[in-house]
């Protein structure tokens, strides 16, 4: 370098200054940084969610419906015993920093989001997503499974299956009803649920008790909810290898369960046939007669 040169090391080059776009994207971090505090780490054994409710009916604080009903189903005096109506819900309490607000996605003090999913109408929080919610608008009440895998049966008055579509017998309003074997309301019970054969509803757990109790009728309208044809034909061949003693050898009226007719068939101890369908689910609706 010469005398009289001027020596400018490299430097590297200046930062641009931020844009408003920059800001804009900055500050909306921020705010999915603060809405996610807490994301799973609140709720209680029914949902993850990071707010409670308060109960316009009594006027407590439970983090879920269920919460409330379980507590207030419990007491000792009948008369105190009710049910939170989700929809009337107007107050929630935030679980991060317990400011109580009305009912909104996003906390107004903290920012917390309360819920992954959140439904307006339902007043209804889960940060588990994976459970696939969404609202049905037919039944007025949110779903599980995937919308995509749903749809609103109007006869029967809810969400089934897409596996169910044009594939079931349609029984009005049937999961409107209590359970038949636990009697939990069904059509907006936690637990799964079956249609049987005959149209008739009931929760996939108590279905598959009273299977394992051998018990293959519905226990509303009596009808088999199984394939029984091959049962039907061992009782057959068990009916004709045990011959009933002469004074047992008379004509029965009986009442098919699964088609209704009605006929007569030879009294057996084992059962009695339906001519019309072959089915052995029938009971005897006389006692008959002895021919002699």
Known sequence: MEDGDNFVPNQPPLAP?????????????????????????????????RCKLRAPCCNEIFTCRHCHNEAKSALSNPKERHELVRHNVKQVVC??????????????????????????????????????????????????GGREN??????????YSVDLRDNHLCVENSMKNHCPICYEF??????????????????????TEMIHQNQYRCPICSKSVLNMSGTWQ?????IEATAMPEEYRYEVPILCNDCNSTGKAFFHILGHKCKHCNSYNTRMIGTGEDPR
């Open 17 to 49: 200054a931020p844009t408003e776009e920059d800001d804009h994207n900055a500050e909306r971090n921020s705010n999915h940084s603060r809405q996610d505090v807490g994301n799973m780490l609140y709720g209680c054994e029914h949902y993850r969610r």
């Open 234 to 238: 061992r009782l057959d061949l068990e």
């Open 186 to 207: 069904l059509f907006d019970s936690v637990k799964g649920t079956t249609i049987m054969k005959c149209g008739h509803t009931m929760h996939v757990e108590c279905y």
């Open 95 to 144: 679980a991060v920093c317990d400011t109580e607000q009305q009912v909104a996605g996003i906390c107004s003090a903290c920012g917390v989001k309360f819920g992954e999913y959140y439904c307006e109408i339902c007043r209804f929080y889960d940060d588990d997503r994976m459970k696939g919610q969404f609202h049905c608008d037919d039944c007025g009440i949110c779903r599980v």
């Open 150 to 159: 749903y749809f609103h049966c109007r006869k029967c008055g809810s969400c």
